[in-house]
């Protein structure tokens, strides 16, 4: 199966593009990579990925930042902000306080608009000016607008986001007005976005930049790459397991497709592959119970709510990526309550990392874990946090204490200071 953590190395087919092919995950049908417009396969339907007949080592890489890792990218560079290169934060008290061997969080806030997305959007962006498309379009619950705007601006191309009315956090929606894409707002939630929005790129009147779309994923594998080279740099070694929030499962794919060509090139042994332990708010969980009932499908909910909006999707469009990657390294997934969402967003900030809702998930799934025993005291985890405090600046003001009005004098300020 061509999903196996061990898939051997593949040799170009004749439809490939200087060693580039897409590949369907379901039935192996190739396709040449920017001859057509394709976001699944003709055949089948079926998810795609981008293939390469000679995936990377680590002696590849030069320079900073997304485009460091071009080897393992279909282009040299892209349209760029610059993207990635982000950091990786200490904790100790929340270290200590959840209890494992070694805590770092990889903060994806820090990237120019604000979220991962950006790592996506400079290869797909890149993508689309391959195939001289004129307008951008793309469904999300909020950073993958901003993101799709911001990328669409830097190169010179039209945007379209459609977002679920009343849904978004405030942060996200003024990226996209700012950028100036055209927001769209639909009376429905995230899937039925991602529904109309496909109907559009299906009628060919915009491309599409969702993670369906497997170009964006390419970008995306980057994170794990960075995690690989700044944990072994700093710590010595790789991390056992890496922690992250699952919204379409985008991520949790990215990261397993990294790790099967560094595993491909000879450049990662098997036994050192992260476990991918995803984490989902309880208000929408299809991926935890399809992990947890051990299905090879996950089961739409029509129905999802969770203050985390970033993650607030039924329906995770990269399962059948995303779901053999948990599997085959040894990982899990875990739904958490909105409440110890809020307590892990306000851990990170006491330790100066802010982060917006659904990031937190990742630490709230973590300390879950290690309250049920799942996840053991010995181990070096990195969690990922997927995007900026000031992405939802409501649910920092709920999670955050009120500021208190004092009269405009020291001496009232003062008294005001030692009441209580
Ligand atoms: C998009 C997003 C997610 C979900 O990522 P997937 O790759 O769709 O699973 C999580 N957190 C934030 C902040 C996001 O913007
Ligand atoms: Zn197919």
Not at 59 to 69: I, K, L, Q, T
Not at 131 to 156: E, F, I, K
Request: hydrophobic share 40%.
């Amino acid at each position: 199966m061509s999903l196996e953590l061990a898939a051997p190395r593949q040799s170009a087919p004749s439809v490939a593009d200087d060693g580039v092919w897409l590949e369907c995950i379901a039935c192996s049908e190739q396709f040449a990579p920017f001859d057509d417009i394709r976001y699944t396969c003709d055949d089948c339907d079926g998810l795609l990925e981008v293939r390469y007949a000679d995936p990377p080592t680590w002696d590849d890489f030069e320079g900073r930042g997304v485009w460091r890792y071009s080897a393992a990218l279909p282009f040299a560079e892209g349209v760029t902000l610059p993207e990635g290169d982000t950091p990786l934060h200490d904790v100790p008290r929340l270290e200590e306080d959840i209890g494992v061997d070694r805590l770092r969080i990889k903060h994806e806030g820090m990237n120019p608009t604000g979220s991962f997305k950006d790592r996506g959007m400079t290869v797909g962006v890149r993508v689309a000016k391959e195939l001289g498309v004129d307008r951008l379009a793309c469904a999300s619950t909020g950073n993958t607008s901003a993101a799709l705007a911001a990328y669409g601006a830097r190169g010179g191309m039209e945007t379209l986001v459609l977002l679920p009315a009343g849904k978004v956090a405030a942060g996200k929606i003024a990226q996209a007005s700012l950028h100036d894409a055209r927001i769209l707002e639909v009376d429905g939630n995230f899937d039925s976005c991602l529904d109309i929005v496909q109907d559009l790129a299906a009628r060919g009147e915009a491309y599409l930049l969702n993670s369906l779309n497997p170009f964006r994923l390419e970008g995306q594998k980057t994170i794990g790459l960075e995690i690989m080279e700044q944990f072994r740099d700093e710590e010595g070694d790789y991390p056992d397991r890496i922690v992250l929030p699952v919204g379409n499962a985008g991520n949790t794919s990215a990261l397993y497709k990294c790790f099967r060509e560094l595993v491909q090139s000879g450049a990662l042994a098997e036994s050192d592959v992260p476990k991918l332990t995803g984490v989902q708010a309880e208000g929408a969980a299809p991926m935890v119970e399809a992990v947890e009932a051990g299905n090879d499908e996950v089961r739409r909910w029509e129905s999802v709510e969770t203050r985390a909006t970033a993650i607030r999707i039924g329906n995770p469009v990269n399962a059948p990526k995303a779901l053999p990657g948990i599997r085959n390294t040894g990982g899990t997934a875990v739904a958490v309550s909105d409440e110890r969402i809020t307590d892990a967003q306000r851990a990170l900030a006491g330790e100066g990392v802010g982060v917006e809702p659904a990031s937190a998930a990742s630490v709230a799934g973590l300390r879950k874990l290690r309250e049920q025993g799942r996840i053991a005291a010995d181990e070096q985890v990195v969690c990922l946090t997927t995007g900026h405090l000031l992405k939802d600046p409501d649910a920092a003001f709920e999670a955050g204490d009120d500021p208190e009005p004092v009269p405009n004098d020291t001496d009232a300020v003062l008294a005001h200071l030692a009441d209580d």
